[in-house]
């Protein structure tokens, strides 16, 4: 976990974080394009896995994957023991928020948790630093491009993430391996328009 201490770079495409670590990887997005492509009115977000769950269930489970935790605290992410590579993005809403939906170039306020289908381990944590991540949605890796689309604040959404569509077939070593499927679980706190 010591190795997520840069929030959010592992997520950097263009976009770096300024609150580095001495020692923390600043690695950059895979060679896919690092931008959502322009639209003309709202963006519906993917269609869901597994229907949503509600705040207060306790645990929720979707594609192999186990999320616990109370609404705003720090979730975790069991993965089942045959947990598979993805090959395609997989989004579900442990629970939904309200308010306008996440579009392309926003500008967002998240808490996260990440963990690699290969370690089975968390390789980095907003909760772990105490401060939300701000970003714009199109300097992160593909996979979040897409899988935040249609959220809403208050939030909180389950990312299952080919590594096509996070560091491809050169990861972001020693942290993520090769083609490594990435999971994450998103809070969203805000979505800002963006410029």
């Known amino acids: 976990m010591a190795v997520g201490a840069a929030v959010l770079t592992l997520l950097a495409g263009c976009w770096t974080s300024s609150t580095e670590t001495e020692g923390a990887t600043t690695p950059v997005a895979s060679s896919a394009p690092a931008t959502?492509?322009?639209?003309?009115?709202?963006?519906?977000?993917?269609?869901?896995?597994c229907p949503a769950?509600?705040?207060?269930?306790?645990?929720?489970?979707?594609?192999?994957?186990?999320?616990?935790?109370?609404q705003d605290a720090e979730p975790t992410i069991e993965l089942a023991e045959d947990f598979p590579p993805a090959?395609?993005?997989?989004?579900?809403?442990?629970?939904?928020?309200?308010?306008?939906?996440?579009?392309?170039?926003?500008?967002?306020?998240?808490?996260?948790?990440?963990?690699?289908?290969?370690?089975?381990?968390?390789?980095?944590s907003s909760w772990e630093t105490g401060t939300p991540a701000n970003f714009p949605l199109d300097g992160v890796i593909l996979g979040w491009q897409e899988g935040m689309l249609g959220m809403t604040p208050g939030g909180r959404r389950?990312?299952?993430?080919p590594g096509s569509l996070a560091y491809g077939p050169e990861g972001r070593p020693p942290v993520i391996g090769p083609d490594e499927t990435l999971v994450f679980v998103?809070?969203?706190?805000?979505?800002?328009?963006?410029?």
Do not use: K
């Open 36 to 49: 959502a492509p322009a639209t003309s009115g709202p963006v519906a977000g993917p269609t869901p896995a």
């Open 53 to 70: 769950g509600e705040p207060d269930a306790g645990a929720y489970a979707c594609e192999g994957v186990t999320v616990t935790g109370e």
């Open 87 to 124: 090959s395609e993005l997989v989004v579900a809403d442990v629970y939904e928020g309200s308010g306008a939906p996440v579009q392309p170039g926003d500008t967002l306020t998240v808490q996260y948790v990440g963990v690699g289908q290969q370690s089975r381990e968390v390789f980095d």
């Open 158 to 161: 389950l990312l299952v993430i």
């Open 186 to 195: 998103v809070d969203l706190i805000s979505a800002e328009p963006g410029a």
